[in-house]
């Protein structure tokens, strides 16, 4: 029987498991098809591809960078060169932006490298049986000494209620919701700019995929 079963295999639950799995047996379940969670990137055709949650990573303390320079020197992820605009003026302690060399979700995915996972598998209950959790999908049924939920906090306490503290359920959590348009345009002309930071509540950011030098079939 596995140690843990890690639910969602987004950023939180790509390094917990990776973690783990240095003295536990861990298992990753993930309800989309493949590996990120937030950090996702949309395939479009064979050779394009969309950035569609995270845009990029940037390092706050010196362990987070030494991770991500690690990653860089191993060529799972490299900085995202080009004019980058920020009209929010924020200083910034790394202004760095690394991204995968594929897609954003390398970083997942190098995490998870070892590790089984289970993909396309929609948890709609969780069970605790004396010594063990049953973890339910639509089609399947997993069992764990140990699980580990990562998802939202709405979905969390929706799943795990009768599992759950008076003052877990009882907390204000505030989701704010974010919509992300995808655009693709052929044209002859090179975009200058990489992204756009905007002190706007409506269009907070927008990014030039094409000058991620994933693909240079068109614009972006």
Same mark, same amino acid.
């Given at each position: 029987?596995?140690?843990?079963?890690?639910?969602?295999?987004?950023?939180?639950?790509?390094?917990?498991?990776?973690?783990?799995s240095n003295k536990y047996s861990?298992?990753?379940?993930?309800?989309?098809?493949?590996?990120?969670?937030?950090?996702?990137?949309?395939?479009?055709?064979?050779?394009?591809?969309?950035?569609?949650?995270?845009?990029? +990573?940037? %390092? &706050?303390?010196?362990?987070f960078k030494k991770n991500l320079?690690?990653?860089?020197?191993?060529?799972? $992820? =490299? @900085?995202?060169?080009?004019?980058?605009?920020?009209?929010?003026?924020?200083?910034?302690?790394?202004?760095?932006?690394?991204?995968?060399?594929?897609?954003?979700?390398?970083?997942?995915?190098?995490?998870?490298?070892?590790?089984?996972?289970?993909?396309?598998?929609?948890?709609?209950?969780?069970?605790?049986?004396?010594?063990?959790?049953?973890?339910?999908?639509?089609?399947?049924?997993?069992?764990?000494?140990?699980?580990?939920?990562?998802?939202?906090?709405?979905?969390?306490?929706?799943?795990?209620?009768? +599992?759950? %503290? &008076?003052?877990?359920?009882?907390?204000?959590?505030?989701?704010?919701p974010n919509i992300t348009l995808? $655009? =693709? @345009?052929?044209?002859?002309?090179?975009?200058?700019?990489?992204?756009?930071?905007?002190?706007?509540?409506?269009?907070?950011?927008?990014?030039?995929?094409?000058?991620?030098?994933?693909?240079?079939?068109?614009?972006?």
């Amino acid at each position: 029987m596995i140690d843990f079963c890690v639910l969602g295999s987004g950023l939180s639950g790509s390094t917990i498991a990776s973690l783990l799995s240095n003295k536990y047996s861990i298992q990753i379940i993930e309800k989309a098809k493949g590996i990120g969670g937030r950090t996702s990137n949309k395939k479009m055709g064979s050779s394009i591809s969309f950035d569609h949650g995270l845009q990029y +990573y940037s %390092s &706050k303390n010196k362990k987070f960078k030494k991770n991500l320079n690690k990653l860089i020197q191993k060529d799972i $992820l =490299k @900085q995202w060169e080009g004019d980058h605009i920020d009209f929010t003026f924020k200083k910034n302690t790394d202004s760095r932006k690394v991204i995968g060399v594929k897609g954003n979700n390398d970083f997942n995915k190098y995490l998870l490298r070892n590790i089984k996972k289970n993909l396309g598998e929609e948890i709609t209950n969780i069970v605790f049986r004396k010594t063990y959790w049953e973890i339910v999908s639509k089609d399947k049924k997993f069992k764990a000494k140990n699980i580990i939920i990562t998802f939202p906090f709405e979905q969390t306490k929706k799943l795990a209620k009768k +599992y759950l %503290s &008076k003052s877990f359920l009882n907390l204000k959590v505030k989701m704010t919701p974010n919509i992300t348009l995808v $655009l =693709k @345009q052929k044209t002859r002309y090179k975009i200058p700019i990489s992204s756009i930071k905007l002190n706007n509540k409506i269009i907070t950011w927008a990014a030039n995929e094409n000058s991620k030098k994933r693909f240079t079939s068109s614009e972006n």
